[in-house]
C-alpha cells in the first residue's frame, strides 16, 4: 500500500487532484450513482449527507437508535443541521422495518412536529446485516412520500462479501450512500460519499465549509484505491475467522449475543468470567491481546493465533472457576451489551 501510494499524483484537490478524481469516478460506477466525493471520514460523510439533504427547518431524521449518527457522531446532526432525530427501536432486535418506521415517521403540515426529510439505515449496524428486501421496502415508502433515503455503508463492504450482492445492487435502494475505506479494508483514512451529481456538488461546498477541503489527496486516494483492490478479497477469510471464533466460544458455553461478518458479541458470565476479569488477563498474555468489553472486531490483520489463544485463555479461566466451586447457571447471563472494541496484535503491517 505504502508502495503504491508512493507513485500518486500531488495535485491539490480543493480545485483537481488526478488520483483522487479517479478513485471517486470509479466510486461512482462501483456503486451504481452519478458521482462521489473523498472525504477524511466516515462521521463527515454522513453529517455532508444529511446536511445537503435538508434545506430548511423545522425537519427531522428518523434512524435506528443504535445507529452512529445518533450514538457515536457527537450529536452532529443537531450541530451541523439542527435536525431532530427520531431514534426508532426495532422490536426484533435486529433492524427497524417499514411498519415501524410508518408508526414512527412524522410526514405531513402538522405544525407541531418536525417532518422527517431523511431516513437513515446503517449497514452493517454493530455487524449485523440489514435484510435488502426490507430496505427495498422502506425505500419504496420514502420516496412515494418524498423522503431522501440515506445509507451509512462504513461496513457495506462486509454485506457485499458475505452475500456475495453487488455493490450496486445494494446501494441502488438509496440516495446516498457513506462508504468507508478504514475499518474493514485497512486504509489510513478516508471515506468516500456517493449520490446524484446535483448533491454531490452541494457536498463538495458543505465540505469545504466543514474544514473538510484537503490539498494532496493523491496518496490518501491512492491507498483507498489498493485497499479496495487487494483488502477487499480478504473480507471472506476474515469472516470465516470470525465464525470460528464463534464456535469456539460457543463450544465453551460463552453466551453469543450477535456474530455476522466480522463481529462478535459474548458474555462470559455464565461460566463465572468478569469482563474486568478476561480483560486483565488477556493483557498478561505472553502476546497480549487488548479487550475492552463485549465486542470482538475481527480485521484483516488478526491472526488466527489471536482468536485460538482468547479462546484457550477462556478456557482455562472456565476451568479454574470450576475448581474453585462456580457452577454455571442460565441466571448468570445478561443481554447488556458493551460497544467496545477487542484488538489483536497483528502479526505484520501492510
Known amino acids: 500500500m505504502y508502495a503504491y501510494a508512493s507513485l500518486a499524483s500531488v495535485g491539490d484537490d480543493v480545485y483537481h487532484e488526478p488520483s483522487t478524481a479517479a478513485l471517486e469516478a470509479h466510486m461512482a460506477k462501483l456503486t451504481g450513482k452519478e458521482a462521489a466525493l473523498f472525504i477524511p471520514s466516515g462521521t463527515m460523510s454522513n453529517q455532508l449527507a444529511l446536511r445537503t439533504h435538508l434545506k430548511q427547518p423545522p425537519y427531522s431524521v428518523l434512524c435506528d437508535h443504535r445507529a452512529h ?5 457527537a450529536g452532529g446532526t443537531a450541530f451541523h443541521s439542527g435536525a431532530h432525530t427520531l431514534p426508532v427501536i426495532p422490536s ?12 414512527n415517521i412524522t410526514l405531513g403540515d402538522d405544525i407541531h ?8 439505515l446503517e449497514n452493517t449496524l454493530n455487524g449485523t446485516i440489514f435484510p435488502q428486501g426490507e430496505i427495498i421496502r422502506i425505500s419504496e415508502f420514502a420516496h412515494q412520500n418524498n423522503v431522501k433515503l440515506h445509507l451509512d455503508g462504513a461496513r457495506i463492504w462486509h454485506v457485499a462479501a458475505e452475500t456475495a450482492t453487488p455493490l450496486k445492487t445494494l446501494c441502488d435502494p438509496f440516495d446516498s450512500v457513506s462508504l468507508c475505506f478504514s475499518k474493514g479494508l485497512g486504509a489510513p483514512i478516508g471515506s468516500c460519499l456517493v449520490g446524484s451529481t446535483e448533491f454531490i456538488r ?3 461546498w458543505f465540505r469545504k465549509l466543514f474544514g473538510g477541503g484537503m490539498r494532496q489527496t493523491g496518496i490518501l486516494a491512492a491507498s483507498a484505491a489498493y485497499a479496495l483492490t487487494y483488502n ?8 470465516d475467522l470470525t465464525k470460528r471464533l464463534e464456535a469456539g466460544l460457543r463450544e465453551l458455553g460463552v453466551k453469543i449475543l450477535s456474530a455476522e461478518t466480522c463481529m462478535v458479541f459474548f458474555d462470559a458470565t455464565p461460566l463465572g468470567i468478569s469482563y474486568l476479569e478476561l480483560v486483565t488477563r488477556a493483557a498478561e498474555l505472553p502476546s497480549p491481546i487488548r479487550l475492552g468489553g463485549s465486542r470482538l472486531v475481527v480485521h484483516i490483520q488478526t491472526s488466527p493465533k489471536a ?6 485463555l477462556i478456557r482455562v479461566l472456565a476451568e479454574e472457576k470450576a ?3 462456580f457452577v454455571p447457571s442460565p441466571e448468570a447471563y445478561t443481554t447488556k451489551r458493551q460497544n467496545i472494541y477487542v484488538r489483536a496484535k497483528p502479526e505484520k503491517k501492510n
Do not use: S
Request: cysteine-free; hydrophobic content about 40%; proline content about 2%.
Open 69 to 73: 449518527i445518533n450514538n457515536y457522531e
Open 92 to 103: 426484533n432486535g435486529h433492524h427497524i422495518t417499514l411498519e415501524e418506521i410508518e408508526q
Open 113 to 120: 412536529g418536525a417532518k422527517t426529510e431523511v431516513i437513515a
Open 202 to 204: 452541494k457536498a463538495r
Open 232 to 239: 477487499f478479497p480478504q473480507l471472506a477469510r476474515v469472516h
Open 307 to 312: 482468536a485460538e489463544d482468547l479462546v484457550d
Open 323 to 325: 475448581k474453585a466451586g
